[in-house]
């Protein structure tokens, strides 16, 4: 379906492990689009000081809720809208903590696109994406449940985000070299959690970002010299863009997926109250 100015309506989950930047990097997108006001802005920006939390204020606008806020994690799926030039988004951001993974998939049932985010520094990675053992205790990362709950769910087209590239732990500093190591990792996770080998080489693009500072969100970094784009098939089709950016994905990669809209309806349920009597 379209809007009144014609633009197609697409849904966007953002999926990843806990403190992969997910809320924050939502935060940074709309409000570089020029979807949060500056007085909402600095509003923001002041309770998250209040809270001891100064560089949670993007997240904030994503996490309105008091525990939210206060734990620092998503608990709820929450949703905003933005524009692009072709399209209608409505913005998902599902929560990585693995004790509210039902309400992650709650929001990806929704969704034609997502982003999945990973850290880009090391210990935060290696948590993202551990195997888990039940014997030992080792939780298991959510990067791979949610690649395996994506892919589950029906979501085709996926963006890769490697997220944190400011960060001065482990020498990432936006080097070439930690993100091609956890390119080529997150790749090989995509593989064994059930996406197709050609649709990973050619379909999805993985992007190194800094989401807090809008690095790489709406136009190529200067930041990361090195990284020149890539080349991306259209998925579903034979065509090809150039990705350098989260932007181009979501407004040139993107395409509309396939909407039965002359079969019975069909709606996801997110959950079913049976306190209320008569």
């Known amino acids: 379906m379209s809007d009144k100015d014609g633009k197609q309506h697409v849904s966007i989950v953002v999926a990843g492990h806990v403190d992969a930047g997910k809320s924050s990097l939502t935060g940074r997108l709309l409000y570089d689009m020029g979807g949060i006001d500056e007085r909402v802005m600095e509003k923001l920006k002041k309770k998250a000081e209040e809270n001891g939390k100064p560089s949670f204020a993007f997240a904030y606008y994503m996490d309105n809720q008091k525990a939210e806020q206060e734990r ?147 136009k190529i970094s200067e930041k990361m010299p090195w990284w020149k784009g890539v080349d991306i098939q259209i998925p579903g089709g034979s065509d090809k863009v150039k990705v350098s950016c989260l932007l181009d994905a979501l407004n040139d990669m993107v395409s509309l997926p396939p909407r039965n809209t002359e079969g019975a309806f069909r709606g996801p349920v997110g959950k079913v109250i049976t306190s209320i009597k008569g």
């Open 72 to 218: 620092g994690i998503t608990i709820a799926c929450n949703t905003k809208e933005f524009y692009t030039n072709r399209y209608h988004y409505t913005i998902i951001d599902a929560p990585g903590h693995r004790d509210f993974i039902k309400n992650m998939i709650t929001g990806s049932s929704q969704a034609d696109v997502a982003l999945l985010l990973c850290p880009a520094d090391g210990s935060s990675f290696i948590a993202s994406i551990a195997k888990g053992d039940h014997k030992t205790g080792e939780v298991p990362g959510q990067t791979r449940n949610h690649a395996r709950l994506l892919n589950l769910l029906g979501i085709r087209q996926l963006i890769v985000g490697v997220n944190k590239m400011d960060s001065t732990v482990d020498n990432v500093q936006y080097g070439e070299k930690r993100y091609v190591e956890i390119s080529t990792e997150v790749k090989r996770i995509l593989l064994q959690e059930g996406w197709k080998k050609d649709q990973i080489e050619k379909e999805i693009p993985v992007i190194p970002m800094a989401g807090f500072h809008g690095e790489n969100i709406l």
